[in-house]
């Protein structure tokens, strides 16, 4: 068709912009090979960490980056997710084929009722309220009694697949581990791109011109609301499995602050940006608090560096630095 | 006589103690082109935003293609076929001229609630907003973030959207604003080329234009329709000329 034909190409530098994603998880994927060099089962656990994290954080950037709806509950999820496999071991069931779908289902239909509300606000009020649901998922953690109220709740054991109990060898729950967050990223990226995504990514900038095309704002981002509620849900089932403890403080608003910080650290908007955050933040906080248990005194003053000076957070950095080279 | 597109009803709408809309009576036959003239602050976006479903109306009722669509959200209004332009260019800043057009066929072709596949990929997409763009001459800018138009292509980028997916009404609101002599030449020209095309709801304040393409023209004042007729017939009333068209006609 002469249309299509007449259309010009797209400028395309794909390989570059997918440069980062591979040198990441080919980076992640070569970690338990190499931690019998350096660091061990800390440096495997470690990365586990960061990864269960970035699963949780990718999904908070599908609202924050791309819906600019700033999320201060996510950690509920996550500790929805984790409680979901504590409540469930405690009561004789370890099987991941259970317990996963249910800490995923938890999450997104905590995620599908406060949405309902939530949706209906913006701006601050809309921080406030995720803040307030998140709260309430905590204080209700909290008075848990017969799973161990405000002291938390260790699992017996981690969850078995199909009756194998693969998950207590560390490589192997690590890998399982890298293939939810790589499957997560994947979703993501895919999400983002589709019709779906390019509906709420326009909603971020201008609501009231994707209301009078169409689209009822409303649904689309209640339907990614809960999209990254399952996600971090996810997370939480990782997270639970991997301390073989579940406690309230998963759910604090402290927590729910800490994905944010991870998400601007790295850059909004790119997922890509969310993972380099997550690891960025748990590395920071590994290293600096060896030097004092203050740390956040060192890294808050750097934190308002990054995003006076790197709006873009660390991949807008490195971007700049990778163009300014090129002119120099 | 065939129904009209549109019908308002008795349309009324205060801001508090202003009344902005005041028992309002409108229609527009199938392929008519309504202008709607007024001086500034007569009431004539609020109207529009009445029409498209920003704003709710206190009282009356408004009719669109048969449906009573009073009580429906903009989105829904939108989806029965209603488009509208804005008078500061409504766009997707960070989107290219063709994804803000092709989101708006996406909205009428097929069910957005697909999570995967590469909506910029999707060719037949992507050939409607081309033939949009192409109609009010952005062509060569298809490429071109929203943001870095020109205020003359965003405003012809403001019509591809709304004409983009075939819609049953255009409501326009002031597509000329804020342009250039040469760029309000060449926006009225696509205008005319539209005509016949869409049926129009046209917001303007370039009499030149309006008396050029207007069937018929509705005069507000004060919220309150003060004439509505034919060109000819417009400018001959004396109430109009008194109220308005006195100093605009020299």
């Known amino acids: ?328 | 006589m065939p129904d009209p597109v549109l019908r308002l009803e008795n349309l009324r709408k205060n801001f508090g103690g202003l009344i902005v809309t005041s028992d309002v009576n409108f229609d527009v036959m199938p392929g008519e082109l309504h202008a709607v003239i007024g001086p500034n602050g007569a009431g004539k976006t609020t109207l529009i935003n009445q029409i498209s479903g920003l704003v709710a109306p206190d009282g009356g009722r408004i009719l669109f293609a048969g449906h009573d669509i009073t009580a429906l959200p903009a989105h829904a209004r939108a989806r029965l076929g209603m488009a509208r332009s804005f008078q500061m260019s409504s766009i997707v800043p960070s989107f290219s001229a063709l994804e803000n057009v092709a989101l708006a066929v996406q909205s009428r072709a097929g069910s957005s609630f697909r999570l995967f596949g590469r909506a910029a990929a999707e060719a037949s997409l992507n050939e409607q907003a081309m033939a949009a763009l192409a109609d009010v001459g952005l062509a060569e800018r298809v490429r071109a973030p929203a943001e870095q138009l020109s205020h003359g292509e965003k405003r012809a980028l403001e019509l591809a959207i709304a004409i983009a997916a075939g819609p049953k009404l255009l409501l326009l609101d002031e597509p000329t604003a804020g342009t250039g002599r040469e760029e309000t030449a060449r926006l009225v020209a696509l205008l005319h080329r539209l005509k016949r095309r869409f049926p129009m709801v046209l917001v303007e304040h370039d009499m030149t234009a309006v008396f050029a393409l207007a069937d018929r023209i509705s005069v507000l004042l004060y919220g309150r329709v003060l004439a509505t007729g034919r060109p000819h017939e417009v400018r001959a009333n004396p109430q109009v000329v008194a109220a308005y068209l006195g100093d605009e006609m020299e």
């Open chain 1, 1 to 328: 068709m002469a249309l299509a034909t007449s259309l010009p190409p797209a400028q395309s530098h794909r390989l570059g912009a997918e440069a980062l994603p591979i040198a990441m998880f080919l980076l992640l994927v070569t970690i338990p090979i190499l931690a019998p060099l350096a660091g061990g089962g800390y440096l495997l656990s470690f990365s586990a960490r960061v990864m269960i994290f970035a699963i949780a954080a990718v999904a908070l950037d599908l609202l924050v980056g791309y819906c600019g709806l700033i999320s201060f509950g996510h950690a509920a999820f996550i500790g929805l997710g984790a409680y979901a496999v504590g409540i469930l071991s405690a009561h004789g069931i370890s099987e991941a084929l259970m317990s996963l779908p249910v800490a995923i289902a938890v999450a997104a239909l905590f995620a599908f009722l406060t949405g309902l509300v939530c949706m209906r606000t913006s701006g601050v009020y809309f921080i406030m309220i995720t803040l307030a649901f998140g709260q309430m998922a905590f204080f209700t953690a909290s008075s848990l009694a017969p799973y161990g109220g405000d002291d938390g709740l260790t699992i017996a054991t981690r969850n078995t697949i199909a009756g194998l109990s693969v998950l207590n060898n560390e490589r192997v729950f690590y890998y399982v581990v890298f293939g939810c967050l790589l499957g997560c990223y994947v979703f993501c990226r895919a999400l983002v791109a589709s019709r779906f995504g390019r509906v709420v990514r326009g909603a971020k900038e201008n609501p009231v011109r994707i209301a009078t095309i169409g689209f009822d704002v409303y649904r689309f981002q209640l339907t990614i609301y809960i999209i990254a509620g399952a996600l971090a849900g996810l997370s939480g089932f990782l997270l639970a499995n991997a301390t073989e403890f579940v406690s309230p403080a998963y759910m604090s608003w402290q927590r729910s602050g800490e994905l944010i910080v991870m998400v601007l650290l790295g850059g909004l908007g790119s997922l890509n940006g969310a993972i380099i955050g997550t690891a960025a933040y748990l590395l920071a906080e590994e290293w600096l608090s060896g030097f004092t248990e203050h740390w956040k005194v060192i890294f808050g003053p750097a934190l308002v560096l990054v995003v006076l000076f790197a709006r873009g957070g660390l991949i807008g950095l490195a971007a700049a630095l990778v163009r300014g080279r090129r002119h120099a």
